[in-house]
């Protein structure tokens, strides 16, 4: 490793590793504990969208009434991190993609990466050092703000994990600049993750059990609804996952277990709290090292990587590159290596209705982090000596993050136009402490049957990061006319850093401790037009900012202290016709983010002056009749760097990594009208090609991999006690496709493998 502050080293290198969903607002319930039920087919969080002014309009509560509608592509879901007004994703003038609980368990998603996949033009990877990783619209990791119940709790390529899906209710997708909704950091978008939540009624149970032909296994458990005391309703959620790889000796084991309670003391005033706590486990897989073609002979792979590579690492020209079938289940990480997260969070919140126009929401949360990383990360193939080196990486961090959120909400008419505003108030302060290595062990093994020996001797060294954070915002939505509304919004931030770094002695090392402070103003402007019913065109001017070099928690004393600017003009269309049983949404969109600092390669930054982003989206979804479903999405973007130079060359015009062209994905599903309900379905993804680094000299190729299913529904006369039984069978990778997923411009000498076939059979249980 090169002799450079850890903070400028490893900040993306390594693992270096706001709000929350509103309480249902319902009215005590009766006696006879009949509350309304929450419909079991919903594929999203089941809140309509809040009318916006009077609601006495009749033509209003026709509206109102079909945001409540579930949709196939679910535009009349609330997703809480791309508005504050209570509108439906139909009403913002933004692209929003919410993927619900029934859309994860019908297309067998198990990891919130596995969701992405299925989502509009996003593409994702689980490389260890930060999983759960995303691509969209041409910006990837910690250009994308990842929130948890509308919470940032940092960089995604510090704080990010791996998460299984049993214990979410949906997954939220914001496309573009959006540092209105959750601040700095967002310039590529926001994806929310949202428990789920207690609602009003009958309790109702769920449990899922699965294995595959990998020995994976999952299992869960879930319970909810209204308690033996007047107006208070529960919720709990425990799931247990252990999800084996497909290289040797690896292996994810993730526990989460949650519960939130929702006490209505009157129709006008309402309490909650919730608690959750999670973990993760894993022996890594730090990806197939590239090797030289003409080295590998006869084991040469075609179709998964192209291009020619000086190794980064260590200096040795490959030539032209292959990943040599002898690596594919090949595993260069010791036999020690860990890789471990404890989670624990505590919110509580009330909602009170001040007068019928008025409404007061907040919540308090605290939220508690530890992680550690202790493995062998890189592998490159040193085309000198026909050997792979390896170095050895230790870090660990413990988080604490505490804060507020607090929403007053203003329902009036303005010269007879409806209108509502949103002004928020939001503080937190977050401490930060990261022991990591200040020495890196290093050996040589073979390509082939490497032995695999333990981590060695190690010494560490200390930073810590102190930052204090207060926005305060305002958005608003005007209803011009019944059918043409403006939505708007501004958020002054202050950010205020505080860093240090020491030693293996303690001393505090060069330029430390430092302070530097940031005040972004961000904004969204754009309106939305229901040209007739169910049509909606909507068009927005959106900014964001995010720090220009690395992130807030690795910022070193002589990196750029200053922040990008990112900005968006969007169109589209948004179309649910047909009785609600067909609906299609189309964008085009143009982003430009200024000032930016870029990955070059192992251990260092190199000025990209900006990066521009331009291309079309495209969604649809029919249930051509109530047993056969098609659905289908397609991307592209054309995203490219500008005026970045450096000394010895230039990557203008280059495109960022994990940044493909194409992205598409389609499926179909039928069932069978028999004593025992059988559903058959298939989907298919698509990836275009896309770079590891921003010299684009390494192509992983593009690829296209099929899942199956059937499922069959067991009826409750057979199991009595339950109401609903569902026994899927599934394959996944169908052609058994062998494609490279994912690529970390700061380990460029080696790529992360796809999962080759696999066969799993799960059982799912209602009562």
Known sequence: MLALDVSAAQGQQLPSSSQLPPIEVSPPATQNRTGTKRSRDSGSRPRPAAPIGATSNATEQKEDARNAVQTPLNTGTVAESASRLGLSAREVPATIEVIGQQTIGDRGYRTVTEVAQGAVGVTSGDNPAEPSAFSMRGFTNSQINVLYNGIKVGPQNMTSRFMDTANLESVEFLKGPASLMSGEGASGGAVNFVTKQPHTGPIRNEALFSYDSLSSFRSYYGSGGSTNIQGLDYRFDISRSSLSGFVDDTNTGLLDVSGRLNYRLSDNFKIWGAIEYKEDRSKA???????????????????????????????????????????????????????????????????????????????????????????????????????????????AHNQKLAGSITDLTWDSDIAGLGNRLVATFAASGLDFVRPGAANFPHDLVTLV????????????????????????????????????????????????????????????????????????????????????????????????????????????????????????????????????RAEWSFSLFDVLRKNVYAAAGGMQLNIAGRQESKGVELAAAIRLTPAWKIWGNVAYVDARYADYTFAGGSFSGNAPPNVPRVVANAGTSYQFSTPWPVEVGISARHVGDRY????????????????????????????????????????????????????????????????????????????
């Open 285 to 395: 897989y730090w990806g197939a090292p590239l090797v030289s073609a003409a080295f590998s002979g006869p084991h040469a792979t075609t179709g998964i990587v192209s291009g020619s590579y000086v190794s980064n690492y260590n200096g040795s020209n490959l030539g032209p590159v292959t990943i040599d079938d002898r690596t594919f289940t090949t595993n260069y990480n010791v036999l020690d290596n860990h890789t471990d997260a404890k989670e624990l969070w505590l919110r509580g919140g009330f909602e009170l209705t001040v007068a019928p126009n008025l409404t007061l929401k907040s919540q308090v949360y605290g939220y508690g982090a530890e992680r550690e990383w202790f493995n062998n990360e890189v592998e490159a193939f040193n085309a000198s000596l026909n050997l792979v080196d390896r170095e050895r990486f230790f870090v």
């Open 449 to 580: 049957d490497p032995i695999r020996g333990y981590y060695g001797p190690l010494t560490t060294q200390q930073q810590t990061a102190r930052i204090d954070n207060e926005s305060l915002s305002v958005e608003d939505r005007l209803k011009i006319t019944r059918t043409f509304a403006l939505v708007g919004g501004l958020r002054l931030e202050h950010i205020g850093l505080d860093r240090n770094s020491t030693d293996v002695n303690g001393a505090e090392k060069a330029g430390f401790p430092f302070s530097k402070s940031w005040t972004p103003l961000t904004g969204r402007i754009g309106y939305t037009w229901e040209a007739i019913p169910g049509l909606t065109f909507f068009s927005q001017y959106a900014t964001g900012a995010d720090v220009s070099a690395n992130n807030t928690f690795l910022l070193g004393p002589r990196q750029p202290l200053d922040l990008t600017t990112s900005r968006t003009y969007e169109t589209g269309v948004k179309h649910l016709f047909w009785d609600n």
């Open 692 to 767: 590891n680094t921003d010299a684009n000299t390494v192509a992983l190729k593009a690829y296209t991999v099929a899942d199956a299913y059937a499922f069959v529904d067991i009826p409750k006369s057979v199991f009595d006690a339950v109401e609903q039984t569902r026994v899927t069978f599934r394959i996944r990778n169908l052609t058994d496709k062998r494609y490279a997923i994912w690529g970390d411009p700061f380990y460029p000498d080696q790529v992360l493998l796809g999962a080759p076939r696999t066969y799993e059979l799960s059982a799912a249980f209602k009562w």
